[in-house]
T-cell receptor, first 114, second 115 residues
Framework: SQKIEQNSEALNIQEGKTATLTCNYTNYSPAYLQWYRQDPGRGPVFLLLIRENEKEKRKERLKVTFDTTLKQSLFHITASQPADSATYLCALAPGSGNTGKLIFGQGTTLQVKP | ETGVTQSPTHLIKTRGQQVTLRCSSQSGHNTVSWYQQALGQGPQFIFQYYREEENGRGNFPPRFSGLQFPNYSSELDVNALELDDSALYLC??????????????FGEGSRLTVL
């Protein structure tokens, strides 16, 4: 069956360290993969999109990798800050990506301690 | 802020009732998607509207229906409400172009509680 999985356990790290979140998927060949941030009671906010032919994407302190052989994406936040504490969702677009359907993982909650 | 507005923000209904949720998309966006998010879970795709027509549907029964208007705003209707319909309903607008829909811009959601 098709699955997209994120670590359901919360990730607790110290301020200044690098946070690494994992997204694994099975039985999909996604056109692209996206990462979103969601704060409690709020809608998700888009962070980064990486296409199937891209290995890595960066934006300020954020970095995303995409390994279509391993069927895995890693999301890194360098020099983490308490303000980075939130739930991070990965989402993939199955097939050509033209239907607009995104399949979301269940999210990983990141807690950055000062 | 994304420019996507949803109403109402919170509502309580009883089992068997009907509900209509509304969404105004971000200026310049031609596509609206609806997602259901249960507590502690990721959003689940309900359906998407492009040029006023349904363009993709998730695994939701027909009692979940929708509309998109010429100004690209949208409604989600749910009939015969069940307890399991209690969730945060998220609307997301986007600009459909070649290569896919790209990133979604979500509203803050409508929190539905069914008693």
């Amino acid at each position: 069956s098709q699955k997209i999985e994120q670590n359901s356990e919360a990730l607790n790290i110290q301020e200044g360290k690098t946070a690494t979140l994992t997204c694994n998927y099975t039985n999909y060949s996604p056109a692209y993969l996206q990462w979103y941030r969601q704060d409690p009671g709020r809608g998700p906010v888009f962070l980064l999109l990486i296409r199937e032919n891209e290995k890595e994407k960066r934006k300020e302190r954020l970095k995303v990798t995409f390994d279509t052989t391993l069927k895995q994406s890693l999301f890194h936040i360098t020099a983490s800050q308490p303000a980075d504490s939130a739930t991070y969702l990965c989402a993939l677009a199955p097939g050509s990506g033209n239907t607009g359907k995104l399949i979301f993982g269940q999210g990983t909650t990141l807690q950055v301690k000062p | 802020e994304t420019g996507v507005t949803q109403s109402p923000t919170h509502l309580i209904k009883t089992r068997g009732q009907q509900v209509t949720l509304r969404c105004s998309s971000q200026s310049g966006h031609n596509t609206v998607s609806w997602y259901q998010q249960a507590l502690g879970q990721g959003p689940q795709f309900i359906f998407q509207y492009y040029r006023e027509e349904e363009n993709g549907r998730g695994n939701f029964p027909p009692r979940f229906s929708g509309l998109q208007f010429p100004n690209y705003s949208s409604e989600l209707d749910v009939n015969a409400l069940e307890l399991d319909d209690s969730a945060l309903y998220l609307c997301a607008s986007s600009l459909r172009r070649q290569g896919g829909t790209g990133e979604l811009f979500f509203g803050e959601g409508s929190r539905l509680t069914v008693l």
